[in-house]
Antibody, heavy 119, light 107 residues
Framework: EVQVLESGGGLVQPGGALRLSCAASGFTFSSYAMSWVRQAPGKGLEWVSGISGRGGSTNYADSVKGRFTISRDNSKNTLYLQMNSLRAEDTAVYYC????????????WGQGTLVTVSS | DIQLTQSPSFLSASVGDRVTITCRASQGISSYLAWYHQKPGKAPKLLIYAASTLQSGVPSRFSGSGSGTEFTLTISSLQPEDFTTYYCQQLNSYPLTFGGGTKVEIK
């Protein structure tokens, strides 16, 4: 069974940093692109960042470009999101999401981890 | 970036109704569109990809159509579990973007 489990969320002050992790199981991790998608409280979905299976290609939403870095460790079946210079508007539930192979849509989602940026 | 506009934002309907949700793209995206639904407090789930291909396990009452800039999601006969929020997502180019969502409520 495909499973992705996020961790690392919490409360952080504006300007601070946080690293999210996503542990994957039930599939050959290195063969699948992965993404982070977030949802601010009471709002819609926002795609944040994506990475190819081997990690050689990354993409970002304009709202996080230059502040967030996506990476993966295929030996540990783990996806990461390093978030720097956090702002109040980054407050959201962050979902780890699996793509089918290198296709751009998402076929599996984690349960999400809440990031709150507040002083 | 490609913008997606969903309409309506809210929809009231009854069990058994046929409903249609529209998603319009700010530029042509061929058939590179997916639909998801999301229940409160839960992660989204994939319904349709490539505009009209039903994801495995999704009931046949869901269907998608369209290409270019206009797409529709149709539920042929609403069931109680379908009263939730629906999102479209364009798959044509990065950054990937979602529509603003359509909440389907019980009339």
């Amino acid at each position: 069974e495909v499973q992705v489990l996020e961790s690392g969320g919490g409360l952080v002050q504006p300007g601070g940093a946080l690293r999210l992790s996503c542990a994957a199981s039930g599939f050959t991790f290195s063969s699948y692109a992965m993404s982070w998608v977030r949802q601010a409280p009471g709002k819609g979905l926002e795609w944040v960042s994506g990475i190819s299976g081997r990690g050689g290609s990354t993409n970002y939403a304009d709202s996080v470009k230059g502040r967030f870095t996506i990476s993966r460790d295929n030996s540990k079946n783990t996806l990461y999101l390093q978030m720097n210079s956090l702002r109040a508007e980054d407050t959201a539930v962050y979902y780890c999401a699996k793509h089918p192979a290198e296709l751009p849509f998402i076929d599996s989602w984690g349960q999400g981890t809440l990031v709150t940026v507040s002083s | 970036d490609i913008q997606l506009t969903q309409s309506p934002s809210f929809l009231s309907a009854s069990v058994g109704d046929r409903v249609t949700i529209t998603c319009r793209a700010s530029q042509g995206i061929s058939s590179y569109l997916a639909w998801y639904h999301q229940k409160p407090g839960k992660a989204p789930k994939l319904l349709i990809y490539a505009a009209s291909t039903l994801q495995s396990g999704v009931p046949s009452r869901f269907s998608g159509s369209g290409s270019g800039t206009e797409f529709t999601l149709t539920i042929s006969s609403l069931q109680p579990e379908d009263f939730t929020t629906y999102y479209c997502q364009q798959l044509n180019s990065y950054p990937l973007t979602f529509g603003g969502g359509t909440k389907v409520e019980i009339k």
